[in-house]
């Protein structure tokens, strides 16, 4: 009996000390452990889980289990522990408490020698912190998703290969999809990029952003031409930036259609171009008609003060007609020069409407006139392969043509006979028939360094180097409004002091 | 006409600076003076007069012209004198006979 007393303390004693130890273990433990029986009446608890309530472990055993933590008379629904029960293995779930905190718990039955249930463990931990952070990320990821989609400019994520990995709803509208899953993530920096092939630089252009990006460590902002998915150009303002997304370094575009912008600029750029091209243009007309209708007077005023001088001297007499003639031939002078002045105002200033017109009629109409208004001198005009009719597409400045060439051809002739001979044919270019008029004459000729110069007045040509008359210049620009040509050539080739051959086609008209 | 009204010849004709040159160069009688316009094609006045001036037996130049800044340019040269336009006959004659007495 005294050795069963012994035998009974020495087990006594062991079993205190596992069950210190068992205690000491889970006591430790920074879970919330409870054992509770089939009906939710706390058995055991540690103190994690006492702590839970601000309550002491002894205040807690024989208490339900809802009603300390869920301050309720009811089993919770979706309790893990009661689950654990009903299907008799380990179950786990997420419980939230009224007051807020949100615990992880899982429920083990708990089975006696016959493997009967007789409670459940429940180890529970605290997962509030852990939830408020996946709450605060999710509205963190959704505010800026949010932000992103929301945004009136576009936002492209790439990856450092150049690739689009990601894109808000305006970058679709950028590009006039809507399908950005299959018509624009995937895509390759060069493919939105609309260079042309003869700028196509040599170092990719992801390449030079991303090292750029990378040597200065901030953002870069630069414009470029964009593809549009449904074809067409548009151009984009981009601020282009480094950023981290995770662990992983992306390139972060946010671009602003500025095409009408760009457009604007353009219209403004060619508007401020012609409108400096007119005021030089006015500018260089000026001075040429200044300085032209101050020879023109100048020639007056001498010729007028000889006659003068003859009269009162009574010397020199016979030379007055002359002196006379040379009045009248720089009052014509000067006629042609106004009316030409104001023709060229005409065509520089306004789109002249063109229409079927008959030239041979013309033509002779200004041949009459031409020998009419020079009597003085002796003139032959020639019409060599004269058709009955022709017609082109012209205007009432068509006759300026036909006068400014005739009268240089009188004008600049020094022989007693002025010889002028228009020669007719037909030539086929590119599947357009043209009309070819040739005015030959005998002429002073023309410089060959003056050969091109000679319609150009009124261009780029530098003032000093220019010599009397816009009459050229005109023609030049009638006949390119008529969509023709004009040329000037020797005579006789490699002789320009034998005369010269003005050269002018037109598209015929049926 | 104006110049042979006063009784002086004319030698020679140019159009342009070029012309002027080759003309001068071509003739055995060489005129007294040369009477220079400015605005002209191929070469112009101030450029001619340049390549003259330099010339081991340099001509007499007369140059007129109507434009102030060319004034400034050729009288820079040296060796020439300056008529502007608008001018009188008789100026132009008293010009002539001044530069010729000058020789």
Request: overall charge neutral.
């Given at each position: 009996m005294k050795d069963d007393n012994a035998q009974k303390n020495g087990f006594g004693s062991i079993l205190k000390k596992y069950e210190k130890e068992k205690a000491l273990v889970l006591e430790s433990i920074s879970e919330?452990?409870?054992?509770?029986?089939?009906?939710?009446?706390?058995?055991?608890?540690?103190?994690?889980?006492?702590?839970?309530?601000?309550?002491?472990?002894?205040?807690?055993?024989?208490?339900?289990?809802?009603?300390?933590?869920?301050?309720?008379?009811?089993?919770?629904?979706?309790?893990?522990?009661?689950?654990?029960?009903?299907?008799?293995?380990?179950?786990?779930?997420?419980?939230?408490t009224p007051e807020g905190r949100t615990f992880f718990i899982r429920g083990f039955p708990v089975r006696d020698n016959d493997g009967k249930i007789i409670g459940t463990v429940e180890v529970a931990r605290n997962i509030t912190k852990l939830k408020q952070t996946e709450k605060n990320l999710i509205e963190s990821e959704e505010r800026y998703r949010n932000l992103f989609e929301s945004s009136p400019y576009s936002i492209g994520i790439f990856d450092l290969d150049g690739t689009l990995i990601d894109c808000n709803?305006?970058?679709?509208?950028?590009l006039s999809t809507h399908n950005l899953e299959n018509h624009i993530i995937g895509k390759h920096f060069r493919e939105f990029w609309a260079y042309h092939e003869k700028d196509k630089p040599n170092i990719s252009l992801f390449e030079g952003i991303l090292n750029k990006l990378k040597k200065d460590r901030e953002t870069l902002e630069f414009e470029f031409p964009i593809n549009r998915s449904t074809g067409g150009v548009l151009w984009a303002h981009a601020i282009a930036s480094l950023i981290k997304l995770g662990s992983e370094e992306r390139i972060r575009f946010i671009v602003q259609d500025i095409t009408e912008r760009k457009h604007?600029?353009?219209?403004?750029?060619?508007?401020?171009?012609?409108?400096?091209?007119?005021?030089?243009?006015?500018?260089?007309?000026?001075?040429?008609?200044?300085?032209?209708?101050?020879?023109?007077?100048?020639?007056?005023?001498?010729?007028?003060?000889?006659?003068?001088?003859?009269?009162?001297?009574?010397?020199?007499?016979?030379?007055?007609?002359?002196?006379?003639?040379?009045?009248?031939?720089?009052?014509?002078r000067g006629t042609n020069l106004v009316s030409n002045v104001r023709r060229l105002s005409e065509i520089e200033n306004k789109d002249l409407t063109l229409q079927k017109c008959e030239i041979i009629k013309v033509l002779k109409k200004v041949i009459d006139a031409l020998i009419k208004v020079s009597k003085k001198r002796e003139i032959n005009v020639q019409i060599q392969n004269e058709p009955k009719e022709v017609y082109i597409k012209a205007n009432e400045l068509l006759p300026d043509i036909f006068e400014n060439l005739l009268i240089n051809a009188v004008r600049h002739n020094q022989n007693s006979l002025v010889e002028i001979l228009i020669k007719f044919s037909r030539v086929v270019k590119d599947g357009?028939?043209?009309?070819?008029?040739?005015?030959?004459?005998?002429?002073?000729?023309?410089?060959?360094?003056?050969?091109?110069?000679?319609?150009?007045?009124?261009?780029?040509?530098?003032?000093?180097?220019?010599?009397?008359?816009?009459?050229?210049?005109?023609?030049?620009?009638?006949?390119?409004?008529?969509?023709?040509?004009?040329?000037?050539?020797?005579?006789?080739?490699?002789?320009?002091?034998?005369?010269?051959?003005?050269?002018?086609?037109?598209?015929?008209e049926v | 006409m104006m110049i042979s009204t006063f009784g002086f010849t004319v030698v020679?004709?140019?159009?342009?600076?070029?012309?002027?040159?080759?003309?001068?160069?071509?003739?055995?009688?060489?005129?007294?003076?040369?009477?220079?316009?400015?605005?002209?094609?191929?070469?112009?006045?101030?450029?001619?007069?340049?390549?003259?001036?330099?010339?081991?037996?340099?001509?007499?130049?007369?140059?007129?012209?109507?434009?102030?800044?060319?004034?400034?340019?050729?009288?820079?040269?040296?060796?020439?004198?300056?008529?502007?336009?608008?001018?009188?006959?008789?100026?132009?004659?008293?010009?002539?006979?001044?530069?010729?007495?000058?020789?």
């Open positions: 919330l452990i409870v054992f509770q029986d089939i009906k939710q009446n706390i058995l055991w608890l540690n103190k994690t889980a006492a702590d839970s309530v601000e309550k002491t472990q002894e205040e807690l055993i024989g208490e339900k289990c809802y009603s300390v933590w869920h301050n309720s008379n009811k089993i919770c629904v979706n309790c893990p522990v009661v689950a654990s029960l009903k299907i008799g293995e380990p179950t786990s779930g997420e419980i939230s709803k305006a970058t679709g509208k950028l604007a600029e353009q219209v403004l750029e060619t508007s401020e171009i012609k409108y400096r091209e007119a005021y030089n243009r006015i500018d260089f007309y000026k001075d040429i008609f200044s300085h032209d209708i101050n020879n023109i007077f100048q020639n007056i005023h001498s010729s007028v003060e000889l006659f003068d001088l003859n009269t009162e001297q009574s010397i020199n007499m016979e030379k007055n007609d002359e002196l006379l003639d040379i009045i009248r031939e720089q009052i014509k357009v028939n043209f009309i070819k008029l040739e005015f030959i004459d005998n002429g002073i000729g023309i410089f060959p360094e003056m050969k091109e110069k000679i319609f150009q007045r009124g261009q780029v040509e530098k003032k000093d180097k220019v010599g009397l008359g816009l009459g050229l210049t005109l023609v030049k620009k009638i006949i390119e409004n008529y969509n023709g040509q004009i040329w000037v050539e020797d005579k006789v080739a490699g002789d320009y002091t034998r005369g010269s051959n003005f050269i002018i086609k037109f598209p015929e | 020679g004709k140019a159009n342009n600076g070029k012309e002027a040159i080759e003309k001068y160069n071509a003739l055995t009688n060489k005129p007294d003076v040369i009477l220079m316009d400015h605005r002209m094609p191929v070469q112009n006045g101030i450029d001619t007069s340049i390549i003259l001036l330099k010339l081991k037996k340099p001509p007499k130049i007369i140059f007129i012209s109507a434009d102030k800044s060319v004034k400034t340019r050729a009288l820079a040269l040296k060796g020439l004198t300056f008529i502007e336009k608008p001018f009188s006959v008789t100026a132009l004659h008293d010009e002539i006979i001044k530069v010729l007495g000058k020789s």
